[in-house]
């Protein structure tokens, strides 16, 4: 039994979590870090992750980019390791990422769907033999509460076909600024704000009379919480390092 701390437990994706592993016979929720601590759960929640009286196996992350030294400084100290879900770091905390990861297992991705994974990983294939021939356009729908556009899928999206294609492409966003004819090297970033969109994301490779299409939708946040749920039953037997969902696909 894989003992979870989770840190946003009061938050959207903390809930989905809770219900999810009150599902599961091989982790448990045994504490809560939130700002929120008022709410009744079947674990304590705690204002600070200082506080926390017992050492998980693992924890889950799902708050904020503010609370990233932290969470750090705990797992670096106790030596536990975290699926960093949060979204929103900047290059430098990235980096702070990065380097923690060589004291302690970590396990960081901007989507943690295993579909969108499987997106991204047809999306090089798709650019490979496409690449440099078909025009490459992004676009991604989300609900209308959302901040940042365009969304860090679809940054993750649009890298990893850069990387695959020697990152030869620059990102444009804003055609409406500009009169003047796409680039040969360039990838359309679109951003649809509405409703209750979970998330939807669609790559377009558009060639001479033929264009293919590798879309993506999210139907709930569930999707989220499996694919970080899995991560940290994954991940609490690993050695220190730097994982993603590759990595998990890839041991099966
Ligand atoms: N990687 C993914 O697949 C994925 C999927 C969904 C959401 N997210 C990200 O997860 C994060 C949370 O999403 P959400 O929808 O649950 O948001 P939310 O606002 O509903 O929940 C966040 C929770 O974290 C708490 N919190 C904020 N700062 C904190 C801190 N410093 N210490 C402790 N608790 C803190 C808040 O009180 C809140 O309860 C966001 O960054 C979001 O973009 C990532």
Redesign the pocket.
């Given at each position: 039994m894989v003992n979870v701390t989770l840190?946003?437990?009061?938050?959207?994706?903390?809930r989905v979590c809770t219900d999810l592993i009150s599902g599961r016979d091989d982790c448990q929720v045994i504490s809560g870090?939130?700002?929120?601590t008022e709410r009744n759960s079947d674990f304590p929640v705690f204002?600070?992750?200082s506080q926390l009286p017992q050492k998980p196996d693992v924890i889950i992350d799902?708050?904020?980019?503010?609370?990233l030294n932290?969470l750090l400084d705990y797992c670096i100290s106790t030596g536990t390791p975290a699926v960093i879900?949060?979204?929103?770091f900047s290059s430098e905390q990235i980096e702070q990422i990065k380097k923690a990861s060589e004291q302690v297992p970590i396990f960081f991705?901007?989507?943690?769907?295993l579909g969108i994974n499987l997106l991204a990983s047809l999306a090089k294939s798709a650019a490979k033999v496409l690449g440099g021939q078909f025009d490459i356009e992004i676009l991604e729908k989300h609900h209308n509460q959302k901040i940042d556009a365009p969304s860090?899928?679809a940054i993750m999206l649009a890298d990893a076909i850069n990387e695959t294609l020697d990152n030869k492409y620059h990102y444009v966003y804003d055609r409406h600024s500009q009169r003047m004819k796409r680039e040969k090297y360039e990838i359309g970033m679109h951003s649809v704000r509405g409703g209750t969109i979970v998330g939807e994301h669609d790559i377009f490779f558009a060639g001479r009379d033929e264009v293919i299409t590798l879309s993506h939708s999210a139907a709930s946040?569930e999707v989220?919480a499996v694919?970080?749920v899995n991560a940290a039953v994954f991940l609490a037997k690993k050695q220190p390092g730097l994982y993603d969902m590759s990595s998990m696909l890839s041991e099966g």
């Open positions: 840190c946003g437990a009061n938050g959207k994706m903390g870090v939130d700002l929120v204002a600070n992750i799902f708050t904020h980019p503010s609370g932290a879900a949060t979204t929103g991705s901007f989507n943690m769907s860090g899928t946040k989220f694919g970080a």
